[in-house]
């Protein structure tokens, strides 16, 4: 039974965070410029590909939240995406940057260390662009997204939490994982050397190339930025969410702009939570750019240090850093989100304060907007 409870209420917390990944508020008793018109612009066309089925989310008003504060509160329709969250906008900015870098190749396997989400949404996109995915996970989380991950063709290693500092932390594999996928693609091409312990392979030209220290395999991409895999792999793409500065912009160049154009320019804040904090960074920096007067917040669950990072400008004690703990004192079921260290994406944040919320208040929040 308690089993069933914690699964149930992970449910409940998961599906607010899809819901009401943002909150955007509005003056009370204003007109709604955000509303679905009958424009020629408005009407839902087809779209070629899963790829452009990213994105482009509706706004929807939380009537509840609405009519009970006098504001307009509207969620971000995340979960409408392909792979049902914020991630797939992420997959696809990371995939097609490290495809037109070279550093990832069609046919080649892109790895990750992901609790859920952005392993569901790599899953879903490195397909569609002729790559095949790896998703390391640790087995605490629930086990239903590991199901997931695989029904989309993933393979799934799942191994024991340990800290970040660890070599065997989930991220650290993933790292691995692509280093090992090089060097096999290597070791099978007539001509490759070795540099520093990493093994390069260009197929075009047979000439091998580094690029920011990262192991990568290069070939032409197609003009339209897919590609077909082949038999063999070709090599492997750490996709490196938490400080892939492609996640950041992701939100910045995509998320952003849409909210600015779906409220007209009149959104007056914005709230989100964070994990790798691409979203927060991306969006935030933008909304203010355009308006310096949009307040931005985080939202943080407990045993995440940004909330302290925000007010206070200290994330933690000397003896409270991750790897220094002897156990976390806090049990949360709100996966994905809040961390104990500051992200490159992080750090690319401009906010105006952090409120603190329990995991009992996103389970009761989650059934109160239920009905929308």
Known sequence: AATATAAGAAAAAASISLFAYYFLFGRSGSKFPWARTTGADDRRTRRKGLVEAVGNTPLIRINSLSDATGCEILGKAEFLNPGGSV??????????????????????????????????????????????????????????????????????????????????????????????????????????????????????????KQTNGSAHASSEVPDNGKCYPNSDSKGGFFADQFENMANYRAHYEWTGPEIWKQTKGTVHAFVAAAGTGGTIAGVSRYLKEMNRNVRCFLMDPPGSGLFNKVTRGVM????????????????????????????????????????????????????YILPV
Request: net charge negative.
């Open 87 to 208: 991630k797939d906008r992420v997959a696809v900015k990371i995939i097609e940057e490290a495809l037109k870098s070279g550093d990832l190749v069609c046919g080649g396997v892109v790895t990750e260390g992901s609790a859920g989400s952005t392993a569901i949404s790599l899953a879903t996109v490195a397909p569609a662009y002729g790559c095949r995915c790896h998703v390391v996970i640790p087995d605490d989380a629930a086990v239903e997204k590991s199901q997931i991950i695989e029904a989309l063709g993933a393979t799934v290693e799942r191994v024991r939490p340990v800290s970040i500092t660890h070599r065997d932390h989930f991220v650290n594999i993933a790292r691995r994982r692509a280093l090992e996928a090089n060097i096999a693609s290597a070791q099978r091409e007539p001509n490759h050397i070795q540099t520093n312990g990493s093994a390069y392979v260009d197929t075009k030209t047979l000439n091998s």
């Open 316 to 367: 933690y004690t000397k003896e409270e850093a991750e790897g220094k703990r002897l156990k976390n004192p806090f049990d949360t079921i709100t996966e994905g989100i809040g961390i104990n260290r500051v992200t490159a994406n992080f750090m690319m944040a401009e906010l105006d304060g952090a409120y603190r919320g329990t995991d009992r208040e996103a389970v009761e929040m989650s059934r």
